[in-house]
């Protein structure tokens, strides 16, 4: 009994020797399968190709190795030996339009591989080509060039040739040859256009067709609504005398390319004769003699002021840039009022625009330096004219050199009465004398008053003074005697009267 059972040992361990573990019965074949991708698109038309690598891990030849399909297409791929490795591309031809979901598995020998599944999209062959919008303005200013940023990409496995973009059939850009899944930027540039609204239908044209039209729209603002002016601030009304100031700011859309901004003082009152604000991508001299020059870079945001000149639409969402106020005097100016008018020019690219507009400013003549004749004069002949006129400052400033002067008659005295400076407010007087025999009665005397205002002279009105001269009264000397002589006699007379009653009462009461 021992003797069979060490006879069974040793032929069980000659058998695990003899055939390991896994190969007990027989040698097989084992195939592994790889696919490159799983998930890709196809245009209709195009075969869907499937890279597959199987490799035998097994420890026999695979036989009649067949790749095969759930849609019934099939290849035979032959032997695969022991730890070979054979990759082959497998087409699916049957498919359906939209996404579709494919098993592939191998069969060789007497055994099957586990399906790999595989999902695929088809599309029509005229959507090989994608075109799509990186980047375009909303809207661009008459004289500007529209540029778009465009990608189109070629999405098939081939290579295609005649590409083209178009709206609708005018072909706006070139391409040519695309390479498969090749991606090209393109910019197109458009100069002709309408003012407002622009529609584009922009599509991708080759030879497997034409691709789903792009729209693109942008509005086209008028050259003249580029650019605003803003009347800023004025000192206006002004009394005579005084120096107009007023300043004007330019605000420009950043939305337009301008150059050569520049804003000219049309009337010679006004200095400086204007500003040179440039452009904002390059600076150039300035062309009028006497134009300040500006820095359009420096410009702010904002501004609400109504703009003067051309309106812009309610519609335009444009953004300003608003520079700092560009200030502009006049002087000299005689009372009533005064229109300024300015002229606003630019150029968008090969566009020039001009635009003038008019700002008014109030001189006014009251109040001023005024004369004032305190009194009437009246005189004795033989006698000396005493001559009082009042000098009233009723100009908001102080002014300076004042003087009274006599117009036309050198027998005044004194020949000018100087009072110098005088303040806002002052009332002052100033005295003439002159003798009576140098003037009859109801002769006009003329009086003026000369002062500066910040070294600039001026004078008021004449005022005319009359002189009414009178004879001296005669002498009464003989008729106050006359009357002393009548006043003696009176009392003489009621004296003797009295008297003589007094006697004759005495006698009769005797």
């Known amino acids: 009994m021992k003797h069979r059972l060490l006879l069974i040992a040793i032929t069980c361990a000659l058998l695990l020797v003899a055939f390991p573990a896994g190969n007990v019965f027989a040698d097989e074949p084992i195939l592994e399968m790889e696919i490159d991708k799983d998930h890709f698109l196809i245009f209709d038309g195009d075969r869907a190709a499937v890279g597959v690598t199987l490799s035998n891990v097994g420890d026999e030849i695979a036989i009649d190795v067949t790749l095969i399909s759930s849609t019934g297409e099939r290849k035979l791929i032959g032997n695969i030996g022991v730890g070979g490795t054979v990759t082959s591309t497998f087409y699916i031809e049957k498919y359906e339009m939209g996404m579709n979901e494919v098993e592939i598995y191998s069969h060789y020998s007497s055994d099957f591989t586990d399906p790999w599944l595989i999902r695929f999209e088809v599309r029509p062959p005229d959507e090989s080509i994608t075109l799509r919008l990186v980047d375009a303005p909303l809207s661009i200013y008459e004289g500007d060039t529209f540029i ?6 070629n999405l098939w496995q081939n290579a295609v040739s005649g590409a083209s973009i178009k709206n609708g059939d005018e072909v706006l850009y070139l391409i040519g040859a695309l390479q498969p899944d090749e991606t090209q930027a393109i910019e197109l540039r458009f100069d002709e256009y309408e003012i407002g609204t622009n529609t584009l239908q922009l599509v991708a044209s080759h030879e497997r067709g034409v691709a789903a039209p792009l729209a693109l729209e942008f509005d086209v603002y008028p050259a003249e609504n580029a650019v605003r002016a803003y009347f800023a601030s004025s000192n206006s009304p002004v009394y005579l005398a005084e120096t107009i100031e007023f300043s004007i700011v330019i605000a420009a859309s950043e939305d337009a390319d301008i150059n050569q901004l520049e804003l000219i003082a049309l009337s010679n009152e006004v200095t400086p004769k204007g500003y040179y604000l440039g452009g904002q991508n390059a600076a150039e001299e300035p062309q009028v003699e006497g134009v300040e020059v500006a820095d359009l870079g420096t410009l702010l945001t904002g501004g ?12 335009e969402a ?20 005064h229109t300024f008018d300015f002229q606003l020019s630019y150029r968008i690219h090969n566009m020039v625009v001009q635009d003038e507009f008019s700002i008014e400013v109030e001189v006014l003549d009251i109040p001023s330096m005024k004369l004032i004749q305190a009194e009437p004069v009246t005189a004795l002949e033989g006698e000396e004219v005493l001559i009082t006129l009042h000098i009233a400052n009723g100009l908001p400033v102080d002014v300076d050199s004042v003087s009274v002067i006599p117009v036309g008659n050198s027998y005044t005295a004194p020949s000018e009465f100087f009072i110098g400076e005088m303040a806002a407010g002052d009332f002052l007087p100033a005295y003439f004398r002159i003798a009576s025999d140098h003037i009859e009665d109801g002769d006009e005397l003329q009086f003026k008053v000369t002062y500066r205002v910040e070294q600039k002279a001026y004078e008021t009105p004449i005022v005319s003074t009359i002189i009414s001269i009178e004879e001296p009264p005669e002498s009464n000397t003989g008729t106050y005697f006359t009357i002393f002589l009548v006043v003696v006699v009176v009392l003489i007379l009621v004296w003797f009267f009295l008297r003589r009653r007094r006697r004759w009462t005495q006698s009769r009461s005797s």
């Open 304 to 315: 609400a002021a109504a703009p003067m000149g051309a309106q812009q639409p309610e519609e």
């Open 148 to 153: 778009a940023e465009l990608e189109v990409q």
């Open 318 to 337: 444009a953004t300003f840039i608003e520079g700092s106020e560009l200030h502009f005097i006049a002087d000299k100016l005689a009372a009533g009022v």
